[in-house]
Each structure stands twice: as C-alpha cells, then as structure tokens.
C-alpha cells in the first residue's frame, strides 16, 4: 500500500501570461531548478447531486504523462476550503485544504473504481505544465485550450516578491478555477462549456 500524504495547505495564485518568450526569459532570470514538461490530464468527479461543488469541495483524478515516454502517473487529489479564518486573513491568495495521493492503479481502473462508490465524472480538463522550484516557492507554467497560466504556490511574502520581479501587481492576481476561466472563455466566444480539452488534429 503506498504511504497516505498528509493533507497540506494550498496558498496560490494564477496570472494570465500574454506573451511566452518574456515570461520564459524573466522566469529563467531567476535561476529556479526546472522540471521537465508534463501532460495533465484531469477529470473532476462529484456526486449526482453535485454534493462537493455545494461545498467547495474538490475529488479530482490527474494522470500524468511526460514527453517521449509511455508510462503515466496517477494522482487522485482532494481539496477543501481552509479554517474560514485563515481564507478571510489573505483575501488576495487562493487558500485550499489539499491532500494528494499517487495510485498504483492505471487512470482507466480507478475512474471505474471511483463510479462504483457513486461518483461521476463532471468536468475534463489538459493542460502541459512546466515546473520551476525555487526555495520557498514553484512555479507552475500552465498552457491550456483557454490560455496560458502562471500559478505561483508558497508563502504569500514569496508570491508577492516573484510575482512583482516578473512584472505584476497585486491587482493581477487570479483565485478562479481552470472551470471559472474555461467557462469565462466560453462566453466570450459565445459557447457552451463541456470539456477543456486540446482538439486532436
């Protein structure tokens, strides 16, 4: 059986990258340990009567991939709103209760494990993710079908301090889901939501 993680705290933030090559450029400036560029693909699950999105609850499934290689990796993750003290002292910062468990089973035995205790899949969304570590924060550079992303998760004194030697203000800072911003794309363009996923050419 593989070890339980302990539930953690989530402090992040998400800002809306325009243009690649400088972010690239300042994040490299910065001297972080890089990681090597994933594929995510993630489905949430929840409930029939939406039980976890009532609450600001989250079950998700991730399965990684990495360029070049066949085997996946797969981590099933929930998350919680925080103590309401600590989310109303840092109203700037999206604050999460989050535990993260990687599973032996391949993505396609799990998801069926997952129905089978009465779940369903609600919400699929991919993205290619490149991580940077630096020592009290990492950076998470998130291309996805409704743009590209930059989530900053630390302490909130290190995500004011990268975020500004990239370039932004605090006004920048986002709290919304990749379900919030694919559904604010949706509308601009004039389409319904289902999935966020790359189209297969």
Known sequence: MPQREKPKSEIEIKLRITNLPEILRKI???????????????????????????????????????????????ILTAKAPPPRDQNTNRPRYKIRTEREQPVPQSSRQYAKGLVALGFRPTFRYDKFRTTFSLPALHLDLDETPAGTYL?????PNAIDSVAKSLGF??????????????????????TKPKNMVFTVK
């Open 28 to 74: 490299k400036n910065l001297r972080p340990i890089p990681r090597l560029r994933i594929r995510e693909q993630n489905t949430l699950y929840d409930t029939p009567q939406s039980h976890l999105r009532r609450r600001k609850m989250l079950l998700r499934v991730r399965v990684e991939t990495r360029a070049n290689r066949g085997a996946e990796r797969v």
């Open 151 to 155: 989530e900053l998760e630390g302490n």
């Open 169 to 190: 203000t605090k006004k920048a800072y986002l709290r919304a889901t990749y379900w919030d911003l694919y559904a604010a794309a949706c509308r601009r363009r004039g």
